[in-house]
């Protein structure tokens, strides 16, 4: 069989949740290697606040020599408001990406607000804390906040609790559509064995109400352009959004 | 009467031990039951047409209607007869020509 599972057309495949310990040396490279084998480009290990420089560099190197395309990514759990809006303030310029987990109301309308949100997660099994209704969808509208949905728990949960997920999923699914928020499917597994094909992955989206082409770009377009629009604003050539420094001139 | 179009699959199995034959098929009707239901299922066409054990490389046949059911429930298996395993779709074709071509 190929050394790398090549599927067919030119699509750039993301995963921007593997929910490893970085510091797990041993899995973080098979999960790399197996990443590049599944021919996905783009892969994200999210880091909690304590970020290490040297740790992230050498993801990043680890990631480059697997031909990946590592993504810097914090996810964060606020409890409240200030909470929320303390972190983004120290740590947006920090990261690529920015997913905030929402554990209550509050948090998950000021995350849908905030420009400076990217991805909205909320649990998967407490469907009381799943706040992504019509009024959360018009202010992530507003603000480009992505939806986030996790496949993992699809894969091992069985029975009820996989049917309630499901019915909650293609309720919210219909709601981000309808409000065009951009909806990003990760995997969010820890195990390598969790892991599946891209193509696999949109798969899945489709038991939650997403065709072949919007569950293909939810794995590969809509991430993707989350990453190039914050690289973007992260580069020091960045001055406002569609403004760039092109050339410097010389002082006369 | 119209003609049933169909479509073949390629699998990848990964795992340490390969399933016979029978167990891998019996995991895959009983994820898309799981899944689907028996009626469901039933939609589905689902015919298991080789399996090579040494590549560990199966081939099933699914009617195109139920293309996205059954895609949908390969990714959902972990396991097979107890044991840890991952089915990857490496090809979909109209012909097993084209299929065996591509997945050689």
Not at chain 1, 31 to 57: C, D
Not at chain 1, 185 to 206: I, N, Q, T
Not at chain 1, 217 to 236: G, Q
Request: net charge positive; charged share 25%; hydrophobic share 45%.
């Amino acid at each position: 069989m190929q050394e790398r599972w090549v599927t067919a057309m030119t699509r750039a495949f993301a995963d921007l949740h593997l929910r490893i310990n970085p510091k797990n040396q041993q899995a973080t490279q098979q999960l790399i290697t197996k990443a590049a084998r599944f021919s996905y480009r783009l892969i994200s290990i999210p880091f909690s606040s304590k970020l290490s420089e040297a740790e992230l560099a050498k993801l990043k190197t680890t990631c480059s020599e697997a031909g990946l395309d590592f993504v810097s990514r914090a996810d964060f759990y606020p409890r409240s408001e200030n909470d929320l809006t303390h972190f983004l303030r120290k740590f947006r310029r920090r990261f690529e990406v920015i997913c905030i987990t929402c554990d209550n109301k509050e948090v998950a309308r000021q995350a849908a607000k905030d420009r400076r949100v990217d991805l909205l997660n909320f649990p998967s099994l407490d469907y009381h804390k799943r706040f992504f209704d019509r009024a959360e969808a018009e202010l992530a509208s507003c603000s480009l906040a992505a939806l986030e949905v996790d496949v993992k728990p699809l894969l091992i949960l069985e029975g009820p609790p996989r049917v309630r997920l499901l019915t909650t999923l293609r309720r919210e699914v219909a709601i981000a559509r309808e409000f065009k928020v951009p909806i990003v499917v990760s995997s969010g597994v820890s195990e390598e064995r969790l892991m599946r094909l891209p193509r696999d992955l949109a798969s899945l989206a489709f038991l939650f109400g997403l065709d072949e082409a919007q569950a293909l770009d939810a794995v590969s377009t809509s991430p993707a352009a989350i990453v190039a629009r914050n690289r973007e604003k992260l580069s020091s050539r960045f001055v406002a959004p569609g403004i760039s420094i092109i050339k410097e001139g010389k002082p006369s | 009467m119209k003609r049933i179009k169909r479509r073949y699959l390629a699998l990848q199995l990964e795992c340490d031990v390969v399933p016979a034959e029978r167990e891998f098929i019996d995991a895959v009707w009983a994820a898309v039951t799981k899944l689907y239901g028996e009626v469901g299922a039933s939609l589905t066409g689902l015919a298991l047409i080789s399996f090579d054990l040494e590549r560990k490389v199966a081939v099933l046949r699914v009617s195109l209607a139920a293309l996205s059911m059954v895609r949908a429930s390969l990714a959902t298996i972990n396991g097979i007869a107890g044991k840890e395993t991952a089915v990857y779709v490496l090809g979909i074709s109209g012909t097993l020509k084209a299929l065996y071509a591509r997945t050689q």
